[in-house]
């Protein structure tokens, strides 16, 4: 039979046999058996919970990375200084499918200065009882881009040979002006708690949005580094996996597959092309009645023949 | 008036026969029949449960007992509601269910799914936990790589909780109303090759 014979076919009204259904009683069921799965699943499974990575724990447990990731803020080096749209206005930044840009296109809707939200005005909130810190802050605010330049540099060779110790940075003695006091300051600041409190409360006392310090964590090695132990990295189907045993977002593992396979595990464009193609796909599942070839499958397939086994069964004899 | 014509043809198209009927075609006594009513039945669980941890607030699950359970029932409820929802998808396929003017059914219950995946997502990044730090921040690069996020921050925690506990779940229950109305407007779709005499002229 053609796809039409067996759409038109399926229009007609049914007058063979029938059988008394309570739809009703059927989702009365359907409903105390998810709820008595899904709690019995909590009870013997729980549910995850791990503890989220604070600005204070990452910068205890790894500070030379906390140090490197807030000096990269400073000069305008860090994943978030390079980004592009929506934080940062980057010509050319961004990712593109063929010739176009669509991050470009949607323009910078969350501004934000790297160097301003993540450091300096942390600090300065910090410098209100602290002379040398407010010091240091002039120093900087007054200074040629050159001469911020030349003192980033500096302190970043300096960091190359340089440990913490106890909460403070022992770096090389060196020409980096006030670099060493931010970046010292930066450290202290959030060892004691304060960072991600200085960053969100800027101008309001409430907060929802945690844009930023998330941003700045995410610009780090150690939020990645604990996320690989988890086997959720891009590269470790993390995008439907979950933390501990857990299954995750496994109705994803389409989206999921494409980053694993080239060119998009190796593309820098990957989100960009696997959105495309899955856009390109979701259409196609969307709209499977409506393209010939595919909406004609589940007939040559013919499983439907175990569906409807009785009914075939019942019209042999 | 508008109103009279609107309740008329609303009778037309769904008298109460058609809307709950008694009686079902015989074919329809497969197990793949169940997991329709399975993805109706966890996304109730998912709108009771998640209404309890929505009235608590967004910490109460962190800090209470009775909240982890309850947030481990809308957990393994997500679980469940993808699972039958898959089973669903892939048995009305296996059907050719669009088949006989039921295209609009399809359409819309593959839309029920594209909304649901986008509903637990927001769930995913408002955790307030490792799992919600890492999702969102992996997650900003796909929909910023799109344009999409700029308009649509999983950074944003306030977004995301309006979002996951009133305009998605709005959006999925109300494209379930309509799925499930479709279904009840066209009935269920016979099976390929069904006997001529257990076809009507009529259209159904």
Known sequence: ?????????AARAWIGPTRP??????????????VVLAAALAALFSSPDEPPVTLAAWARADPMDFVTTALSELDGSSGTATYGPPYVALPGAGQRIGPLNLQQLAGVRIPIDPAVDFVLEPLRTAAAGDPSLDQALRSWTAAT?????????????????????????????GDYGPVGELMQSELTLAQDGGLEGAML???????TDYTKPLLFL??????????????????????????????????????????????????????????????????GFVLVPWIPGLRSLPRRLRIYRRIWRDYYRELAR | MWTARVRKAAERALPPDRLLPDRQPAF????????????????VTLVLSGTWLALEGPDWWHTSRVGHFLNSVHFWGVQLFFFAMVLHLWGKFLMGAWRGRRRTTWLVGALAFLVSVGTGLTGYVLQQNFASQWISTQAKDGFNAVGIGAFFNVLNLGQMLTLHVLIMPAAVVAITVVHLLLVRHRGVVPPYDAAEEHLSEELG
Not at chain 1, 21 to 34: C, G, N, P, Q, S
């Open chain 1, 21 to 34: 259904y309570d739809l009703l009683k059927e989702f009365a069921i359907a409903l105390v058996v998810v």
């Open chain 1, 145 to 173: 881009t050159a001469e911020r330049r030349r003192w980033v540099s500096a302190y970043a060779t300096a960091l190359r040979s340089a440990s913490v110790i106890d909460g403070t940075i022992q770096a090389p003695g």
């Open chain 2, 28 to 43: 329809v006594s497969s197990w793949v029949y169940v997991f329709g009513s399975a993805t109706l039945a966890a996304l």
């Open chain 1, 218 to 283: 995410a610009d780090g090695s150690y939020l990645g580094s604990l996320a690989e132990r988890q086997h959720l990295l891009g590269d470790q189907w993390g995008m439907m996996n979950e933390t501990g045993s857990y299954p995750g977002q496994t109705w994803l593992w389409l989206y999921t597959l494409w980053y694993q396979v080239p060119p998009f595990s190796s593309s820098g464009n990957a989100d960009a092309l696997v959105w495309a193609l899955m856009l390109v796909l979701t259409t």
């Open chain 1, 1 to 9: 039979m053609t796809w039409r014979q067996d759409d038109a076919a």
């Open chain 1, 201 to 207: 409360t800027r101008h309001a006392f409430y907060a």
